[in-house]
């Protein structure tokens, strides 16, 4: 019922620039926080960035400064923009959302499929 799509993941040197986006759709009745998660190969799924529905942000130490989670609750969308990229951003991001289908029912979480950042010379 409720599908978030993520886009704007691939390569990108050292230093560079990178943004993701990640869309909700479906039977949505309000969205609570949204956030990005990666996971690295052989590393556990860690917290990017978490923005509530009052726009309120909260970042990881190794992100705070070079990354910034924004949305656009009219298009129930969540970005992340990130810069001076360093070879250890590389993992997989995940976009997540707790999301209320209807008034009377609890949140759900969602996750994203998933896009690659790799971040490499």
């Known amino acids: 019922q409720v599908h978030l799509v993520e886009s704007g993941g691939g390569l990108v040197q050292p230093g560079g620039s990178l943004s993701l986006s990640c869309a909700a759709s479906?039977?949505?009745?309000?969205?609570?926080?949204m956030g990005w998660y990666r996971q690295a190969p052989g590393k556990q799924r860690e917290l990017v960035a978490v923005i509530t529905s009052g726009s309120s942000s909260n970042y990881a130490a190794s992100v705070k400064g070079r990354f910034t989670i924004s949305r656009d609750n009219a298009k129930n969308t969540v970005y992340l923009q990130m810069n001076s990229l360093k070879p250890e951003d590389t993992a997989v991001y995940y976009c997540?959302?707790?999301?209320?289908?209807?008034?009377?029912?609890?949140?759900?979480?969602?996750w994203g499929q998933g896009t690659q950042v790799t971040v490499s010379s």
């Open positions: 479906g039977i949505i009745f309000s969205i609570n926080a």
């Open positions: 997540n959302a707790r999301i209320r289908p209807y008034s009377n029912w609890r949140e759900y979480i969602y």
